[in-house]
């Protein structure tokens, strides 16, 4: 199957900085999410992106289909912004295929 | 948004009995809606599909006898997980297609099996 992989594993950030998370995958899809977990373990939805570049808020995302990655970019991070960060992708033609997940960024922001 | 609740939201039960998971799309009709299991600080792992009016299909190495999942309308999906044991003990997490071709999520069920 598909092969999602996401860097880094861990982040640890001074509130205000910026940083770029990364998802490669290994085959072409036809839907890459990003998603944000809250410590309660809500997953809450930040771009449905599988080709171009989103932008909302402080955040923004950019996936390249050709070159198999995606990058979700944080500008002037926030404590709320602590939390881990999943990259999921989607190869079927439907729209009730199965999302892959990678194995997330854990993002700390301290005050 | 799209919106997918879940209840219970956390529930305790003994080893050996049955615990229903609920998953509603609230807003929206999803003809499909999935189940994840995570572990803690792991990633979602995919359990089973869930079809409107169809078998569910599962992912390969779970047991469906153990956890049943039933689809009986466009907007409600049902896990059961039967004669719990300890190591069932996770939180599980359905999420369902909204309009468009995105995943919404559910906000989780904890389940601790004593």
């Known amino acids: 199957g598909i092969q999602v992989e996401q860097s880094p594993p861990d982040l640890i950030l001074q509130e205000g900085a910026n940083s770029t998370l990364r998802c490669n995958f290994s085959?072409?899809?036809?839907?890459l999410q990003w998603f944000h977990q809250n410590p309660w373990g809500q997953l809450i939805n930040l771009f449905y992106?599988?080709?171009g570049t989103k932008q909302n808020g402080r955040l923004s995302a950019t996936t390249v289909a050709t070159e198999r990655y995606s990058l979700l970019y944080i500008s002037s991070s926030q404590t709320t912004d602590s939390g881990v960060y999943f990259c999921?992708?989607?190869?079927?033609?439907?729209?009730?295929?199965?999302?892959?997940f990678g194995e997330g960024t854990q993002l700390t922001v301290n005050p | 948004g799209a919106v997918v609740s879940q209840h219970p939201s956390w529930v305790i039960c003994k080893s050996g009995t049955s615990v229903k998971i609920e998953c509603r799309s609230l807003?929206?009709?999803?003809?499909?809606m999935f189940w994840y299991r995570q572990f803690p600080k792991q990633s979602l792992m995919l359990m089973a599909t869930?079809?409107?009016?169809?078998?569910?299909?599962?992912e390969q190495g779970v047991e469906k006898d153990k956890f049943l999942i039933n689809h009986a309308s466009l907007t409600l999906s049902t896990l059961t997980v039967t004669s719990a044991h300890p190591e069932d003990s996770s939180f599980y997490i359905c999420?369902?297609?909204?309009?468009?071709?995105?995943?919404?999520f559910g906000p989780g069920t904890r389940l601790t099996v004593t």
């Open positions: 999420s369902a297609t909204g309009p468009g071709w995105e995943q919404y």
């Open positions: 085959d072409s899809v036809n839907n």
């Open positions: 992106i599988p080709s």
């Open positions: 999921a992708v989607e190869r079927g033609g439907t729209s009730g295929s199965r999302l892959t």
């Open positions: 807003d929206f009709q999803a003809t499909t």
């Open positions: 869930s079809n409107e009016g169809s078998k569910a299909t599962y």
